[in-house]
């Protein structure tokens, strides 16, 4: 628009000649103009012309007008209070005419209110608001490390947990060294047959040669070697307690004697096989008691699991026995009555037979998954080994018992 100017001042000339009147205001002007007389200021072919272009100058007019109503609804903002001031008449056509952009009168601009950004000022405002809160925090995390550094400092200096805990999940594995092996194969010879090897005091069991090759590969476990063993978890508790949970070792004869009443269950039978002078304790201060199940060719291990509250069944073929599951809980009743006075309530204890675990895939290992089942439980650690490790699992048992002899 920047021709508009000299349009608008052609114009006025002609709308002279040919508009009895035209009224526009500008900055509260009116402008006026009369009729004149035309006879020596147009000829008719030329009328016809002018009277066009002031039509189309018609149309700038309005333009301006369109201006001045923008203006007056600024002037209606001015008198709300808002802190703006609208520019004049003259100077909005002037800057029209000028060709400058008309971002000025946009109804939709915010007023400004300060030299900042609106959304800047609100972030400052809102920033000064949290200043308090996030010096007051900052002051409480700078205190806590400055305590954290000095119970360090305070605190003597411990084995890092987690390689405690590796070197517990290791134990069970540890290699053999060399004399372990020739001691082990010597007992295994057939020189050492009728040899008496080892003779367990505390249980009265005697290890023959014969009876050790039971842990050869193939064959399966007897009940000596089994009892033997798990006697020796025992002693192992009382000697580290912190390292192992308190435990309760049934020999493989208790579950037998247990169910051989006429109604499948008699607890007189084994009444006095866990009496305080024989135990030095009670099963009820255990935190697990393992039994030993054989099922003719199978060996598997129930656990009543006082730490958990829970009665657990564990088959390396992946059975289950209900009657089991029937009588541990009437056992444990019946116990903890006769030996503490109590009345124990067993009814909201989890039944479990355990699925996850490992499993047999021969004919013969069910003996050694069974005692290490009883082995790692009493470790509290899961049961993280396999089929391949019974070959080991095999030749160490062999070799803790034999280390009964140095003892």
């Not at 006879?39 to 201006?67: C, F, H, Q, T, Y």
């Not at 060719?297 to 209900?322: M, P, R, T």
Request: with cysteine.
């Amino acid at each position: 628009m920047a021709n508009l100017l000299s349009k608008y001042n052609r114009a006025k000339e002609v709308a002279k000649g040919s508009c009895k009147f035209v009224s526009f205001e500008i900055e509260d002007e009116v402008v006026e103009v009369t009729n004149v007389d035309d006879a020596n200021d147009a000829s008719g072919d030329s009328g016809v012309e002018e009277i066009a272009m002031v039509e189309s100058e018609r149309e700038d007019v309005n333009k301006l007008g369109e201006l001045q109503n923008i203006r007056d609804k600024y002037r209606e903002l001015d008198e709300e209070n808002l802190e703006f001031q609208p520019s004049t008449s003259s100077g909005v056509v002037s800057e029209l005419l000028d060709g400058k952009m008309l971002e000025s009168l946009s109804l939709n601009q915010r007023p400004a209110v300060s030299d900042l950004p609106y959304h800047k000022k609100l972030l400052n405002d809102s920033s000064e608001k949290r200043d308090p809160k996030l010096k007051r925090l900052s002051f409480d995390i700078k205190l806590l490390e400055e305590k954290r550094a000095l119970f360090k400092q305070l605190t003597p200096a411990k084995k890092d947990e987690a390689d405690k805990d590796e070197d517990v999940l290791l134990e069970p594995f540890r290699p053999l060294t060399e004399d372990d092996k020739e001691m082990i194969a010597d007992a295994l010879s057939n020189s050492s047959r009728r040899k008496v090897l080892v003779t367990h005091e505390n249980s009265n069991i005697a290890i023959t040669g014969e009876v050790l090759r039971c842990l050869k590969p193939g064959a399966w476990l007897n009940d000596e070697v089994i009892n033997i063993y798990l006697e020796l978890l025992k002693e192992r508790e009382k000697k580290e307690p912190k390292k192992f949970l308190k435990c309760h070792f049934f020999s493989t004869f208790f579950y037998k004697k247990l169910i051989s009443g006429k109604t499948g269950y008699d607890y007189k039978s084994v009444r006095r096989w866990t009496t305080q002078k024989k135990l030095g304790y009670s099963l009820l201060e255990c935190d697990k008691i393992f039994v030993p199940v054989h099922k003719e060719i199978h060996w598997c291990l129930a656990v009543i699991n006082k730490k958990e509250e829970k009665f657990q069944y564990l088959d390396s073929l992946g059975g289950i026995d209900k009657h089991v599951m029937r009588v541990l809980p009437k056992y444990f009743m019946d116990e903890v009555k006769d030996k503490n006075g109590e009345d124990i309530d067993v009814t909201s204890w989890q039944q479990e037979y355990v699925k996850d675990l490992p499993n047999q895939e021969n004919g013969f290992d069910c003996g050694v998954f069974m005692i290490k089942y009883a082995d790692f439980y009493s470790r509290n650690i899961g049961l993280c080994f396999k089929q391949e490790h019974m070959p080991y699992f095999r030749l160490r048992t062999a070799m803790e018992i034999l280390k009964l002899r140095a003892d």
